[in-house]
């Protein structure tokens, strides 16, 4: 095969395109769905932030006895 394309070894020669597979969805509606799941833990990641800081002052209170 190779000899048949004069020695190229250009790989397209060989190889196929892959197929695009279009996704049918509403790209909007996706987007609105992400953002409330990021503003979701958005808000849990603050509540987090928020203990760990209570919970290490309580630490460091405690060892400063």
Known sequence: EVKE???SL???RYVG????VEEDFDFTERLQELNE???GLN???REL?????????ILLEGSSE
């Open 17 to 20: 395109v892959a197929e695009t």
């Open 37 to 39: 799941e990021l503003e």
């Open 49 to 57: 932030e928020e203990q760990i800081s209570e919970n290490l002052y």
């Open 43 to 45: 808000l849990e990641a």
């Open 5 to 7: 394309q004069g020695y």
């Open 10 to 12: 250009n790989p397209g």
